[in-house]
């Protein structure tokens, strides 16, 4: 491709300067990618995609006042040509699920080579409603041979985890862009299914059910 007008245009969503910067660096030596413009948060990226139309955004999972997860399900729902490509630090079966869920076009963790980014930027832009991961077919495998046990929803998945983290309800509730009376209700859900009346319990529940592994991260 040639020309601006022929370019795909990006959208970057990330808290860390430099993260958004060398992720810019990759766009711009692809030469068929346009970053037109960055945001730090959840409340910055809706401003953003209503102001410029990228064809394209990647963002991070973890912002400061929300959650990339929802910002992709949002982001899907106003506009279902969008692209949506989800990175993530904590790379586990159930983000990539909860991406999957949430209309994500591709999932690639922040350990991949920035050239791996840049095609799924590629891919969102042509097939957005088509979901890539590197791991999808073993993650797939993974959960059909799962063990029996209580059925977590993602969104209870994503709480569990921030129970883990140590953050009280006020701070899932900000992490995650939902109410503090959501959040309440998403961890009585969790107590009630994993047989627990504190979060100690629930922790101590999760790694005996194989939902966490023994240093506390999510499987």
Known sequence: MTGEASRITVLLVDDHQLIREGLRRAFDRAGDLQVVGEAGSVAEAMNALGR???DVVVTDVRLPD???IALAQQ??????????VVLTMYAGDDKL?????A???????KDAPADEVVAAARHAAANPRAFTARDLADAMQRRMHAPAGPKLS?????VLELLVDGLAISQIARRL????????THVANIYEKLGAG???????AAVRLGLVNETGNLR
């Not at 899907?76 to 040509?81: A, L």
């Not at 699920?97 to 869920?101: E, K, R, S, T, V």
């Not at 504190?198 to 101590?204: K, L, S």
Request: charged share 25%.
């Open 154 to 158: 993602p969104r209870e998945r994503e």
């Open 177 to 184: 862009f939902i109410s503090e009376s959501t959040a309440k």
């Open 66 to 68: 929300g959650d990339g």
């Open 52 to 54: 410029l139309t990228p």
């Open 198 to 204: 504190n979060r100690a319990q629930a922790v101590m």
């Open 97 to 101: 699920f909860a991406a999957l869920d």
């Open 103 to 109: 209309g994500a076009s591709a999932f690639v963790g």
């Open 75 to 84: 982001a899907r729902q106003g506009s279902p040509d969008l692209g949506v």
